[in-house]
Nanobody, 127 residues
Framework: VQLQASGGGLVQAGGSLRLSCAASGFAFGYYAIGWFRQAPGKEREAVSCISSSGGSTYYADSVKGRFTISRDNARNTVFLQMDSLKPEDTAVYYC?????????????????????WGQGTQVTVSS
C-alpha cells in the first residue's frame, strides 16, 4: 500500500492550495480516505475524510466552509481544495486510508482508525 501526498507549499493568508493524494496497492474504491495535519508542537488532528464513493464527507469545524475534499476513483486519487487559508492552517498534511472497514461513519474520521499513511506534505501560510 502506498499513499503519496503532494501539492503543499508556501502561500499568503487568504490564498489557496490543492493537495493531492495518489494511492496504490489496495482496492482504492472500497475505502474511506482522510486528510490529517500536524502542526509543530501539536498532536495530529483530522481535517477531512471522504467515503469510498465520495458521497459522504466529514470536516473539522476549523476548516468547514473553507476546505473541500473530493476523490476520483478512476485515478485512485483524493484531493483537498484549501481556500481562504489562515496562518493556523500551517502544518504537515497527511493522507491516510481506512482499510479496516467498508462502511462509512464520520465518527471513524480519527487517526487511530487509519492504518496506512502517506509521507506528508508541508503547508505554510504566511500572515
Amino acid at each position: 500500500v502506498q499513499l503519496q501526498a503532494s501539492g503543499g507549499g508556501l502561500v499568503q493568508a487568504g490564498g489557496s492550495l490543492r493537495l493531492s493524494c495518489a494511492a496504490s496497492g489496495f482496492a482504492f474504491g472500497y475505502y474511506a480516505i482522510g486528510w490529517f495535519r500536524q502542526a509543530p508542537g501539536k498532536e495530529r488532528e483530522a481535517v477531512s475524510c471522504i467515503s469510498s464513493s465520495g458521497g459522504s464527507t466529514y470536516y473539522a469545524d476549523s476548516v468547514k466552509g473553507r476546505f473541500t475534499i473530493s476523490r476520483d476513483n478512476a485515478r485512485n486519487t483524493v484531493f483537498l481544495q484549501m481556500d481562504s487559508l489562515k496562518p493556523e492552517d500551517t502544518a504537515v498534511y497527511y493522507c491516510a486510508a481506512d482499510t479496516s472497514r467498508t462502511v462509512w461513519s464520520s465518527s471513524y474520521c480519527k487517526q487511530k482508525e487509519y492504518k496506512y499513511w502517506g509521507q506528508g506534505t508541508q503547508v505554510t501560510v504566511s500572515s
